[in-house]
């Protein structure tokens, strides 16, 4: 373990990190985002989904820093007296749920069928690919809409409700897997023709094992770049969708639903409901991003 | 070139076949178009005349043939959610959508190309710079937020701009346009900037990679070399050659714009296709979500094939028949 550990901060990537003041300040943002997000119902100052604890008294308080603004709410409160800073911790964390189940989901399929595609090749791989090229014709979040759109005309409205969340992290992850099946495949039509895959085929390997624990493993590298890099767009999506409406239920508000709450109260001159959680989604995002762009450069030993 | 149109556009037909048996699998799958429209009771007996005259016994393939027919003559049926042809509808809302699309690519282009001429030529000076802290701005902001933020500055708190509609609209023939009137105009500043500042950041920033790409080739210091005026190097040899990448992505980003329009719709209240569209997402209205589709996707199509077409215009090797070979 201490090894591991002295290896990590004497690699090249570990350099390239202390290298970069924008990286280290994106790490320390996306690190207060994720840890706010994760540790939400500890550490938040008011727990906004306890009905007993509202009080319509305290509702549209501004940020504490201005004239009417209460110490007790930081950030204000909503139309509801909830605590704005509390919202928007439960918020991103439900935001991250759903950005990092999403890639998760993408990258397994987009994974298993690149590799399918790559290693068998013929008519599964045209068929695949011609899918891949449909698809990339439209862009993401018209996708992800669609099959928001059709799953929810095809469960009849109870039944929805209940897996609204599951519903969204499928639409998203339908609407970015083939960006992982490109590049997998990519690298797998590389690979496949190498001498030790050929010699796992000489000794009789079936093709499945040859694919997951030969090819797959020589493959995975480029796919943690682009899983970074999907991370945000995402988090983005489901927050465009959820302030379209139709993204998580209402019951468990991420920022994009906080966002259309208080875009509401826009007129009436209470910024602060919609701005919060939009500057929160920001930082998450724009950080997440960069980390990505980073890792991107690192892991590339011809920008070294 | 005859060939060449051709055989683009027998690449773009399965796409399109494609889509179409998408759309008609929801039509056909999704939901139960027939007690929806026998309301509450009704007998077996009813329901089998009603599907025997809508044709939904018959098999899938002809189904399929006459769904094509007629969606080919502009017919969708009726929406869901509205009950009136899914072809009005659209047409009603498709200027307001193509005029906001219009006015956000003209924008983006016409801004976008001189910002990227100019952050190339003179990468170091201080407008290039802020330039480019602008255009991460653009590119990490989400549309609605864009948005929201343009709404509070200059709705909310300045007041010069109104915040939702289109404003006054002149008919002309069927088309409604909102650019003949003023009120019609400063509804369109908001939603156009919203919708075009990512494009706008995006053109910038590829034009300028591409003129400082190309400003470091032989033939732009043969040109030097030759004495001729600036203006003819950076305008006629330099950026010439940045247009090849510069028509594909904007070519490929107009199908953004209109799909990136929903969301703008959305926040601006935007009597368009967007908005229909979304509306009709959140009531499972599928005649209007296959009818957007298609369309959508036949827009798709057409403007890729218009990008290949312009391609072939302006990269003479392409005419020579090597293929593609990059620019």
């Given at each position: 373990?201490?090894?591991?550990?002295?290896?990590?901060?004497?690699?090249?990537?570990?350099?390239?990190?202390?290298?970069?003041p924008?990286?280290?300040?994106?790490?320390?943002?996306?690190?207060?985002?994720?840890?706010?997000?994760?540790?939400?119902?500890?550490?938040?100052?008011?727990?906004?989904?306890?009905?007993?604890?509202?009080?319509?008294?305290?509702?549209f308080?501004?940020?504490?820093?201005?004239?009417?603004?209460?110490?007790?709410?930081?950030?204000?409160?909503?139309?509801?007296?909830?605590?704005?800073?509390?919202?928007?911790?439960?918020?991103?964390?439900?935001?991250?749920?759903?950005?990092?189940?999403?890639?998760?989901?993408?990258?397994l399929?987009?994974?298993?069928?690149?590799?399918?595609?790559?290693?068998?090749?013929?008519?599964?791989?045209?068929?695949?690919?011609?899918?891949?090229?449909?698809?990339?014709?439209?862009?993401?979040?018209l996708?992800?809409?669609?099959?928001?759109?059709?799953?929810?005309?095809?469960?009849?409205?109870?039944?929805?409700?209940?897996?609204?969340?599951?519903?969204?992290?499928?639409?998203?992850?339908?609407?970015?897997?083939?960006?992982f099946?490109?590049?997998?495949?990519?690298?797998?039509?590389?690979?496949?023709?190498?001498?030790?895959v050929?010699?796992?085929?000489v000794?009789?390997?079936?093709?499945?094992?040859?694919?997951?624990?030969?090819?797959?493993?020589?493959?995975?590298?480029?796919?943690?770049?682009?899983?970074?890099?999907?991370?945000?767009?995402?988090?983005?999506?489901?927050?465009?969708?959820?302030?379209?409406?139709?993204?998580?239920?209402?019951?468990?508000?991420?920022?994009?639903?906080?966002?259309r709450?208080?875009?509401?109260?826009?007129?009436?001159?209470?910024?602060?409901?919609?701005?919060?959680?939009?500057?929160?989604?920001?930082?998450?995002?724009?950080?997440?991003?960069?980390?990505?762009?980073?890792?991107?450069?690192?892991?590339?030993?011809?920008?070294? | 070139?005859?060939?060449?149109?051709?055989?683009?556009?027998?690449q773009?037909?399965?796409?399109?076949?494609?889509?179409?048996?998408?759309?008609?699998?929801?039509?056909?799958?999704?939901?139960?178009?027939?007690?929806?429209?026998?309301?509450?009771?009704?007998?077996?007996?009813?329901?089998?005349?009603?599907?025997?005259?809508?044709?939904?016994?018959?098999?899938?393939?002809?189904?399929?043939?006459?769904?094509?027919?007629?969606?080919?003559?502009?017919?969708?049926?009726?929406?869901?959610?509205?009950?009136?042809?899914?072809?009005?509808?659209?047409?009603?809302?498709?200027?307001?959508?193509?005029?906001?699309?219009?006015?956000?690519?003209?924008?983006?282009?016409?801004?976008?190309?001189?910002m990227?001429?100019?952050?190339?030529?003179?990468?170091?000076?201080?407008?290039?710079?802020?330039?480019?802290?602008?255009?991460?701005?653009?590119?990490s902001?989400?549309?609605?937020?864009?948005?929201?933020?343009?709404?509070?500055?200059?709705?909310?708190?300045?007041?010069?701009?109104?915040?939702?509609?289109?404003g006054?609209?002149?008919?002309?023939?069927?088309?409604?346009?909102?650019?003949?009137?003023?009120?019609?105009?400063?509804?369109l500043?908001?939603?156009?900037?919203?919708?075009?500042?990512?494009?706008?950041?995006?053109?910038?920033?590829?034009?300028?990679?591409?003129?400082?790409?190309?400003?470091?080739?032989?033939?732009?210091?043969?040109?030097?070399?030759?004495?001729?005026?600036?203006r003819?190097?950076?305008?006629?040899?330099?950026?010439?050659?940045?247009?090849?990448?510069?028509?594909?992505?904007?070519?490929?980003?107009?199908?953004a714009?209109?799909?990136?329009?929903?969301?703008?719709?959305?926040?601006?209240?935007?009597?368009?296709?967007?908005?229909?569209?979304?509306?009709?997402?959140?009531?499972?209205?599928?005649?209007?979500?296959?009818?957007?589709?298609?369309?959508?996707?036949?827009?798709?199509?057409?403007?890729?094939?218009?990008?290949?077409?312009?391609?072939?215009?302006?990269?003479?090797?392409?005419?020579?028949?090597?293929?593609?070979?990059g620019?």
């Amino acid at each position: 373990m201490d090894q591991a550990i002295r290896r990590f901060f004497d690699s090249d990537l570990w350099f390239s990190f202390t290298r970069s003041p924008v990286t280290i300040v994106s790490a320390i943002v996306a690190a207060i985002c994720i840890l706010g997000a994760v540790f939400a119902p500890w550490i938040a100052p008011h727990n906004p989904f306890d009905l007993a604890s509202l009080n319509l008294i305290d509702a549209f308080k501004p940020p504490a820093w201005t004239e009417e603004g209460a110490r007790e709410y930081v950030l204000g409160t909503d139309d509801q007296g909830r605590d704005v800073l509390s919202a928007i911790m439960y918020g991103a964390r439900v935001s991250l749920l759903v950005g990092i189940s999403a890639t998760v989901f993408a990258t397994l399929l987009g994974v298993s069928l690149g590799l399918l595609a790559g290693y068998l090749g013929g008519a599964i791989d045209s068929l695949l690919m011609r899918i891949c090229d449909i698809q990339l014709t439209f862009p993401s979040i018209l996708v992800a809409l669609l099959v928001d759109g059709v799953v929810r005309a095809a469960l009849p409205r109870e039944v929805h409700a209940d897996i609204a969340l599951f519903v969204v992290i499928f639409a998203i992850g339908i609407s970015e897997w083939p960006k992982f099946a490109r590049t997998v495949r990519g690298s797998t039509l590389v690979e496949r023709n190498k001498e030790y895959v050929q010699a796992a085929r000489v000794i009789g390997v079936p093709k499945a094992r040859i694919m997951v624990s030969h090819v797959l493993p020589n493959v995975i590298g480029p796919v943690l770049v682009v899983a970074t890099l999907n991370l945000g767009l995402a988090i983005l999506s489901e927050a465009t969708l959820s302030f379209l409406g139709v993204g998580v239920p209402p019951t468990q508000p991420s920022l994009g639903t906080l966002i259309r709450i208080g875009n509401d109260f826009l007129f009436s001159g209470e910024w602060w409901i919609t701005i919060f959680p939009g500057v929160a989604l920001i930082a998450m995002v724009l950080s997440v991003n960069l980390l990505g762009d980073w890792l991107r450069d690192a892991l590339n030993p011809k920008l070294r | 070139m005859f060939a060449f149109i051709v055989s683009r556009i027998f690449q773009a037909l399965p796409v399109l076949l494609a889509v179409a048996l998408i759309s008609f699998a929801m039509f056909a799958y999704v939901g139960d178009p027939v007690a929806i429209m026998l309301g509450q009771d009704y007998t077996q007996a009813q329901r089998d005349a009603l599907v025997a005259e809508l044709g939904l016994d018959r098999p899938f393939w002809v189904q399929f043939a006459t769904f094509i027919g007629n969606a080919a003559q502009g017919e969708f049926g009726l929406s869901y959610r509205l009950s009136r042809p899914v072809a009005d509808l659209i047409a009603e809302r498709a200027p307001a959508t193509l005029e906001l699309a219009f006015t956000a690519a003209a924008l983006a282009l016409i801004v976008g190309v001189p910002m990227g001429v100019y952050t190339g030529l003179y990468r170091n000076s201080w407008p290039s710079r802020f330039f480019l802290t602008f255009s991460l701005i653009g590119v990490s902001l989400p549309t609605f937020l864009i948005g929201i933020l343009l709404i509070l500055v200059f709705a909310v708190w300045l007041g010069w701009l109104p915040s939702f509609g289109r404003g006054d609209t002149v008919a002309l023939g069927g088309w409604t346009t909102g650019f003949l009137t003023l009120t019609g105009l400063k509804a369109l500043v908001l939603p156009a900037i919203t919708l075009g500042l990512f494009q706008l950041t995006l053109i910038m920033r590829l034009v300028r990679a591409e003129m400082l790409e190309v400003l470091r080739t032989d033939y732009i210091k043969f040109a030097r070399a030759r004495g001729l005026p600036n203006r003819a190097v950076h305008f006629g040899h330099a950026l010439k050659n940045t247009l090849v990448p510069v028509i594909t992505i904007v070519g490929l980003q107009l199908g953004a714009i209109i799909a990136f329009a929903i969301v703008t719709e959305t926040v601006f209240q935007w009597p368009g296709m967007g908005l229909l569209f979304i509306q009709s997402v959140g009531a499972a209205d599928i005649p209007v979500m296959s009818a957007y589709l298609l369309l959508i996707s036949l827009v798709f199509v057409t403007i890729n094939l218009i990008v290949d077409l312009l391609y072939y215009a302006v990269d003479p090797r392409l005419r020579i028949g090597r293929g593609k070979g990059g620019h």
